[in-house]
């Protein structure tokens, strides 16, 4: 039994040991407070006066601008409430468009801006084409894909001649006009290909009733 005893003792202290080292820290998470979850806001949590914001592409040329009177950004969908927006598009290769409206929206990862408030995108003019004007109450643009399209009436007018529609997509990459429902169209002779040109040429706006 003296053999024993120090095996014992040694085992009892061991064992109030790690009872003491539970209990210590037990006490001390139940005593520090945690940070609460974060909370998603659907409040503003960054907001900006006049801005400028730039895209470019991998070898640093710019792409897209966008800019506007007040810019208030919101956690809760990532998205960024803009007055007074204008988007500018300048990608290689393409015609420069610039949209205006008195409210936007970004969002989707900056892939897309909804125009809200008298929308108006200006194409200019190119050494081969004039330059073309889209109206509507909202106008959608997806700078990356170079493309506008709206969902709502819209007029569009190209040097002498009109289209008002219902529905369009805008491909600024190959210059096709999509109108899903026409309802008044006024085409100059003046924006017609000339006769000189090649027979087999697509017009440069093509129309889908």
């Given at each position: 039994m003296k053999e024993r005893l120090p095996a014992l003792i040694a085992l009892f202290m061991l064992l109030c040991l790690v009872i003491t080292?539970?209990?210590?820290?037990?006490?001390?998470?139940?005593?520090?407070?945690?940070?609460?979850?974060?909370?998603?806001?659907?409040?503003?949590?960054?907001?900006?006066?006049?801005?400028?914001?730039?895209?470019?592409?991998?070898?640093?040329?710019p792409q897209n601008r966008l800019e506007g009177d007040a810019m208030q950004h919101f956690p809760h969908n990532d998205s960024y409430e803009i007055v007074n927006a204008?988007?500018?598009?300048q990608r290689p290769g393409s015609a420069i468009t610039t949209g205006r409206a008195d409210h936007a929206t970004m969002f989707n990862n900056d892939k897309t801006i909804l125009m809200r408030g008298n929308a108006h995108l200006h194409r200019f003019p190119s050494d081969d084409t004039s330059a073309l004007d889209i109206t509507s109450s909202e106008l959608i643009i997806y700078p990356e894909k170079d493309i506008i399209e709206t969902d709502k009436p819209a007029t569009v007018i190209q040097g002498n001649s009109r289209m008002n529609g219902k529905g369009m997509t805008y491909n600024n990459k190959t210059r096709e006009l999509e109108v899903y429902a026409n309802t008044d169209v006024s085409i100059s002779?003046?924006?017609?290909?000339?006769?000189?040109?090649n027979t087999d040429q697509a017009p440069e706006e093509n129309t889908r009733p």
């Open positions: 080292t539970w209990w210590a820290a037990d006490y001390a998470q139940r005593s520090i407070p945690l940070d609460p979850p974060a909370r998603i806001s659907h409040e503003p949590d960054a907001w900006s006066g006049h801005f400028i914001m730039l895209s470019s592409d991998p070898n640093g040329v204008v988007s500018t598009g002779s003046k924006d017609l290909p000339s006769k000189s040109s």
